[in-house]
């Protein structure tokens, strides 16, 4: 088939690759988000997938709205067949979804219809889910809503980060997608209605919501540092500064802390939540590199009044 691409940041990578190395499809363009500031510079770049498309020689495509009556001019000169989309980031209007024949395919990262919205893998992890996975489906004008193609699962695994997690299904969920294009153009795949019943919403997760709060238990503290790892980042406050945290280790051995207290030894750093302590990871104190919590909590002379919060 035909087709234009729609993605932006490094999680659709795979899946762009999977399709230009396919020799039964045509990747004829791709659609991206705008150049945006990044880095310590903020310098302007392009997205991921507009570099990877630059460097296959493919027509990159960055309305500033998928609406904009130049970009549906030239979506409709290309002809698409069918539109793959993974992470592209903007809404589509059904302007832009009447275009493809076989429409506009996106591959989400959950299992529909659970963790319908912006931020699937994160509340995955967050809310302690064991298994999850990735989908395919029919885009359609409810969020996340369309008829389903096919679906990968993956175990969630007790250290996961968001990132470890998507990372994995990044590339699951590519070959998903292959083969989600592959039974559309042979006629042998059918999509089927989501069910009504297990319906969760996945909304982004914001900086406000990645600080910590340590009177919550332990496992829900190791579970919200993990699910905004590497973003948007857990974060708490040492001595009025704000103090970025990687994940945790639950310490369910330690002798009890109040919440926020804080016990610095030689090689560790232990906290204490609404139930038992958790040892601290690496941290990054604010304006500062990221180190070991134990090499942090030297350089700053924990004592026992220190409060994390």
Known sequence: ???????????????????????????????????????????????????????????????????????????????????????????????????????????????????????????????????????????????????????????????????????????????????????IEDGTLEAREQPQDGISLAPKIGVDDARVDWTAPAMRVDRLVRACTPAPGAWTEFRGQRVKLGPVRLAPGADRLGPGEVRAAKNSVLVGTGSHPVELGEVQPQGKRLMAAAEWARGVRVTDEDRLG
Request: aromatic share 4%; glycine share 10%.
């Open 1 to 183: 088939m035909r087709l234009v691409f729609a993605g932006t940041p490094d999680t659709a990578i795979p899946s762009l690759r999977a399709l230009l190395d396919s020799p039964r499809h045509e990747v004829a363009a791709v659609v991206t988000r705008p150049d945006a500031q990044s880095g310590r510079g903020r310098k302007v770049h392009p997205s991921p997938v507009a570099q990877l498309a630059d460097e296959a020689g493919i027509e990159v495509l960055r309305p500033a709205k998928a609406g904009d009556p130049d970009f549906l001019a030239r979506l409709r000169e290309i002809g698409p067949d069918c539109c793959p989309v993974v992470a592209y980031g903007a809404l589509l209007p059904q302007s832009a979804l009447d275009i493809p024949p076989q429409g506009w395919v996106n591959l989400h990262f959950s299992l529909l219809p659970a963790w319908r919205g912006a931020a699937p893998v994160q509340h995955a992890v967050l809310h302690g889910d064991e298994i999850t996975g990735a989908a395919t489906f029919r885009i359609v004008k409810e969020l996340d809503a369309g008829p389903v193609f096919g679906v990968v699962t993956e175990p969630v695994r007790s250290d996961d980060t968001s990132g470890d997690l998507l990372g994995r299904l990044a590339e699951s969920g590519a070959e998903l997608l292959l083969a989600t294009l592959d039974g």
